[in-house]
């Protein structure tokens, strides 16, 4: 099977790739568009800032490439944030492959010490729906680090609730995300990848 994890200006490429390696999986890091068109299943790992992400896949044309992707794709993190409609992260248009916005978490007045920015850590994930996300899975924990949250929308496949409810994960047609990231989540994080790559 070939993997393609797409190589950009974000972090987490490396750690995104030590995981399918400890899985057995090989994976080539890459942003030549057609190795990443030729793909079985290609992972779009991040973990950076939005307005200044989306200016570097504009420069290279992977804004449209990775819109018009026809096998599996994989977003995580700042991938899933990237997949949405629009981020207030430097108020940037971004891929418009789910409708969903992305937002900054606002703690209620006098809950900033209580519910810090950003939500970092393990936290559980329930109400899970798609392919990757099986049922076994549902009110497991796993591993966060973002101060931006997708809204709950049609596409949402899992929710995580901190101070408000957001769509830990999203599935539209070819298309899955995770806030999350999965590398990070131990076995919970493998099973997910083991999913995804088995699609």
């Given at each position: ?112 010490f209580i ?57 539209k047609d ?26």
């Amino acid at each position: 099977m070939n993997i393609v994890i797409i190589k950009y200006n974000a972090g987490n490429i490396e750690s995104v790739n030590n995981a399918l390696n400890r899985l057995g999986v090989t994976a080539e890091i890459t942003a030549d568009p057609e190795k990443i068109k030729d793909a079985d299943k290609v992972i779009f790992p991040g973990v950076g800032e939005a307005s200044t992400t989306m200016a570097y896949l504009k420069e290279h044309q992977l804004d449209v490439l990775i819109k018009n992707l026809k096998q599996p794709v994989l977003g995580i993190c700042l991938g899933q944030q990237l997949m949405c409609s629009h981020s207030e992260e430097g108020n940037v248009e971004c891929l418009g492959i789910f409708p969903e916005k992305v937002k900054l978490f606002s703690p209620e007045p006098g809950q900033e010490f209580i519910t810090k920015v950003p939500h970092m850590g393990w936290n559980n994930i329930h109400s899970l729906k798609g392919e990757i996300l099986t049922p076994e899975l549902n009110d497991q924990y796993v591993y966060f680090v973002h101060s931006y949250y997708v809204e709950v929308g049609p596409d949402t496949a899992a929710v995580c609730d901190y101070i408000n409810p957001f769509s830990a994960a999203l599935q539209k047609d070819n298309f899955y995300a995770t806030q999350f990231h999965p590398e990070k989540s131990q076995k919970v994080g493998e099973k997910i990848l083991e999913n995804f790559i088995s699609l």
